[in-house]
């Protein structure tokens, strides 16, 4: 190997030392011709300078792509090419620069000669190239003499790695049975070499190991089945193990390899087979219904889904007694009884069993039947048994207050072995701690053992043993539940004050109300009522009682034209009757209102007044004008309420009015002479009398004249008072008892004289109501009110004129 990456290196180096020689190019305008160092120094002023006169002299940079070979072993640094420009004249006056990556640590530069090597060896898989930039400059100043240029050392790659499966060890599955060719999985190699390069990354697949079974493209790793019919249950996994080798398989290339599990899936390939045609099972005739009693298993050599047995009882002898499942886990047959076994009928039963696969593959039908039978035998076995009861629960029941030892019901056992052993009954005490109830050992009828009470316990819940006679380890039980019936004791009654009415337009035989019972004993559930009409009331002709069966009745007419002036409300007695024990039953009476109806049976009005309404006012109207009527009332009754207290009322006092201060009292006064009760100031203050002054504590009477404004002297005061007191003495209508009123001026010279409403003395007239009575039957009934009112205040006023 290193023989040929020296070979390689030499030619390299051949091949690449035209390109790195210079090139001479013509001499330029400038005076190319002088010697090197002139030149280099008239160049580099020229540039310095930057005279308008400078041309552009064109670069003498020669050289192409550089290459170094990676993974160099040598022990001197590796050559890599050459850097030079026209401009160098070998005068050693042009120093060449190195910058970019790996300078100065990977790549170094003769600063003189312009040769370039390799300080270190290189791996293309680290990185397969390098970016550099070269500079000439002038050896004294360092000014640049050519601009930078810049360029590329790539590293010649050569097949130092082997393939790889990164994805390695593969695992794969192909169904059993699969044709030859069919796909199994697909495996990549990956190599890091250039594969622009040669044949370093061409990689080529083979198979080492596992053969003749599969086989592998070459070119795309794919492997596939080679040979058919491979069979699950011969040989269920294999190991191939796959090469993948550069240089396109040729001598001398690097190779790496993979192992491939592959596992032959199963198919249902296999039918299921017993493991001997005959199965002979004995089972105690006192197995439970519903209980297994034999166990049988045909073999499948499949797995899976395609292992699950399905068992069937051929039609034949056992179809009726037995059944057979399936247990999911283990696919074994499980037979299980469907009807009790009898030694005494039968003995012994033969059937046959269908294993059968319940997931077929229609591609291995042509490998014939997939199903297997084998014939099962069962023998029954003689057990001695206890009694059986003819019935597996009792329910008995029985009144409250039945009396000691009445028979309530009875409970029947026998001994179905071929002995017929008698059977002897008893009543477990743990379940009849208080002895409610005995039972007959020999016959098995239960009776009372003392007086029951529903509201104590209302159910008993008693547990009767059958012992066989000869055999007395042999025992039964059964539940027996005795119900305490309620005696009846409340007679039905109608379920609601009903609210009846008929239609004065009803129809012969028509519906008008349906109505039901209750009863307060209990309970409510299951209890019957019958309705009829009393016997005394059948000759009745306008309703009768319908019965219909549910526990409702009917109130159905008997005839039509019904009229509310005749006769406004009927009275319908019903007979109910209950179905207890002993039946009780009672008479109810039904009120039945005749209305007014539209004509689809809607009721309009069923009061009294509304025969004298007009037809055709709504309810809502008919409302209103009652609410009036009602306000009317209000107002008229509070009117004549305070014309009476009006009359009644008393001598009124305020000690905020000044002009009209009486005050009560019992005793006599002292006359006219005592001056200490009063303040006599306030009559001698002209500025207080007013004059057309009444009395507050009864109603004026007549028209009183005006009395003249009282001068200031006393002599007027006294003329004054005396006057008042005569009127007061000769009034009748005065309170009986001394009483002084004080009076005084409103003053002189006032023009809106008296603001009083005591000088109204006028009464106004009573108003007569009898128009009322002409408005029609609407305002009867507020005429009547008003007519009365008035015929009271007349003979208030006729007896008051009596009086006086």
Not at 111 to 122: C, E, F, K, P
Not at 390 to 416: F, R
Request: with cysteine; glycine share 8%; charged share 25%.
């Amino acid at each position: 190997m290193l023989t040929r990456n020296c070979l390689l290196l030499f030619l390299w180096i051949l091949v690449n030392a035209g390109s790195v020689s210079s090139l001479r190019p013509p001499s330029s305008p400038l005076g190319r011709s002088r010697t090197g160092r002139e030149h280099a120094r008239s160049s580099a002023g020229s540039a310095r300078n930057g005279a308008a006169g400078f041309q552009r002299v064109k670069r003498g940079w020669v050289w192409n792509q550089f290459f170094v070979l990676e993974e160099y072993m040598g022990s001197d640094p590796q050559y890599v090419g050459k850097l030079h420009t026209d401009l160098d004249k070998g005068d050693s006056l042009v120093k060449y620069t190195l910058s970019g990556e790996g300078a100065g640590s990977i790549f170094t530069i003769d600063q003189t000669t312009g040769d370039i090597h390799a300080l270190r060896s290189l791996d293309r898989e680290e990185k397969p190239y390098y970016t550099l930039r070269a500079q000439a400059v002038d050896i004294d100043t360092n000014a640049p003499l050519e601009p930078e240029s810049e360029f590329v050392i790539k590293v010649q790659d050569i097949n130092d790695n082997e393939p790889k499966f990164l994805e390695g060890p593969y695992v794969a599955s192909v169904p059993e049975m699969s044709p030859v060719g069919t796909y199994v999985t697909q495996v990549t190699a990956t190599d890091a070499d250039d594969p622009t390069y040669g044949n370093s990354a061409r990689v080529v697949y083979s198979i080492l190991h596992g053969q003749p079974y599969f086989s592998v493209d070459p070119k795309t790793g794919v492997i596939k089945t080679a040979l058919p019919n491979m069979d699950r249950e011969v040989k269920e996994e294999y190991q191939v193990l796959i090469q993948a080798k550069d240089m396109g398989g040729q001598l001398g290339g690097l190779a790496g390899t993979t192992i491939v599990n592959i596992t032959l899936s199963d198919v249902n390939d296999n039918p299921p087979r017993f493991s001997k045609s005959f199965f002979h099972l004995r089972v105690p005739e006192s197995s439970a219904v519903g209980s297994a009693i034999g166990r049988i298993k045909a073999h499948d050599l499949d797995i899976g889904r395609n292992a699950e047995v399905e068992y069937t009882i051929v039609p034949g002898d056992g179809g009726a007694m037995f059944d057979i499942t399936t247990n999911e886990h283990n696919q074994e047959g499980i037979i299980i009884l469907k009807r009790p076994l009898d030694y005494e009928s039968k003995k012994a039963y033969t059937f046959k069993v269908e294993a059968s696969n319940a997931h077929m593959d229609p591609r291995f039908q042509s490998f014939g039947a997939f199903k297997d039978t084998a014939t099962v035998k069962i023998n029954v076995l003689d057990v001695d048994e206890p009694p059986v009861f003819n019935k597996p629960s009792y329910v008995m029941d029985v009144y409250e207050d039945t009396p000691a030892g009445t028979i309530i019901g009875a409970v029947t056992a026998q001994d179905l072995d071929a002995s017929s052993s008698p059977v002897r009954y008893s009543i477990d005490w743990r379940s009849d701690l208080d002895s409610y109830f005995d039972i007959d050992p020999v016959e098995g009828t239960i009776s009372t053992n003392d007086l029951l009470d529903r509201e104590n316990i209302a159910q008993h819940n008693v547990s009767v043993v059958a012992t066989k006679l000869n055999s007395p380890v042999l025992t039964s039980r059964v539940a027996v539940t005795v119900h305490v019936l309620d005696i009846n004791e409340f007679p039905p009654e109608l379920a609601s004050p009903y609210e009846t009415f008929v239609c004065e337009n009803a129809r012969l035989g028509q519906v008008i109300q349906t109505f039901g019972a209750k009863d307060k004993d209990v309970p409510s559930a299951g209890q019957q009522f019958s309705f009829r009409t009393p016997k005394e009331d059948m000759k009745n002709k306008n309703f009768t009682i319908r019965d219909f069966g549910n526990n409702t009745a009917g109130i159905v007419t008997k005839r039509v034209g019904f009229r509310r002036r005749l006769q406004e409300i009927y009275f319908l007695p019903v007979v109910i009757e209950d179905n207890g024990y002993p039946p009780k039953s009672s008479t109810g009476t039904l009120t039945i209102r005749v209305c007014g109806c539209e004509s689809d049976g809607s009721v309009l009005s069923c009061s009294a007044e509304a025969i004298f309404l007009p037809v055709g006012l709504s309810t809502g109207a008919l409302i209103a004008i009652l609410l009036c009527i009602v306000i009317l009332l209000g107002i008229v009754v509070l009117y004549v309420s305070l014309r009476r207290q009006k009359k009644k009322e008393t001598l009124m006092s305020s000690k905020e009015d000044i002009r009209d201060n009486v005050i009560h009292y019992d005793d006599e006064g002292g006359g006219e002479e005592d001056t200490h009760a009063f303040d006599m100031g306030t009559l001698r203050n002209p500025k207080v009398v007013k004059e057309n002054l009444y009395r507050r504590d009864v109603k004026p009477e007549m028209k009183r004249s005006p009395k003249p404004p009282v001068s200031q002297d006393s002599a007027d005061i006294r003329d004054f008072i005396h006057q008042r007191l005569v009127e007061h003495d000769l009034d009748n209508s005065a309170p009986p008892y001394d009483s002084l009123a004080t009076y005084a001026y409103e003053g002189e010279g006032s023009v809106a004289e008296s603001l009083s409403s005591i000088e109204s003395v006028t009464v106004d007239p009573e108003e007569d109501y009898d128009y009322l009575s002409d408005w029609g039957p609407r305002f009867k009934t507020l005429a009547g009110i008003f007519g009365e009112q008035s015929e009271t205040q007349s003979d208030s006023t006729n007896t008051e004129n009596t009086h006086g």
